[in-house]
Nanobody
Framework: QVQLVESGGGLVQPGGSLRLSCAAS????????MYWYRHAPGKHREWVAD???????EYADYVKGRFTISRDNAKNTVYLQMNSLKPQDTAVYYC????????WGQGTQVTDSS
């Protein structure tokens, strides 16, 4: 069983930045592909970005150039650096770990403060 704990969410003004973290309780973290998703009110959950076990990355078009996903295998943690935030980025952000199975965290709220 893999446990994921997100942190780093909060209130942010448009144009501001936040860094989300997702800490995983798994010995073989480096072997997992890691994902960030978000779920905004009234919308379906959507994929934001992912990073493979080899650290290759992919981004949704609506965050490309503004968000950066990274991982620190020594800390069993994946990050999402969010810059130039927009009101439409308001959502609960979830991380997911995937290898043979998929595991989800509990989410962290990011809210536009305008």
């Amino acid at each position: 069983q893999v446990q994921l704990v997100e942190s780093g969410g909060g209130l942010v003004q448009p144009g501001g930045s936040l860094r989300l973290s997702c800490a995983a309780s798994v010995f073989t973290f480096s072997r997992y592909a890691m994902y960030w998703y978000r779920h905004a009110p009234g919308k379906h959950r959507e994929w934001v970005a992912d990073i493979s076990s080899a650290s290759s990355t992919e981004y949704a078009d609506y965050v490309k150039g503004r968000f950066t996903i990274s991982r620190d295998n020594a800390k069993n943690t994946v990050y999402l650096q969010m810059n130039s935030l927009k009101p439409q980025d308001t959502a609960v952000y979830y991380c997911k770990a995937a290898r043979n199975n998929k595991y989800w965290g509990q989410g962290t709220q990011v809210t536009d403060s305008s």
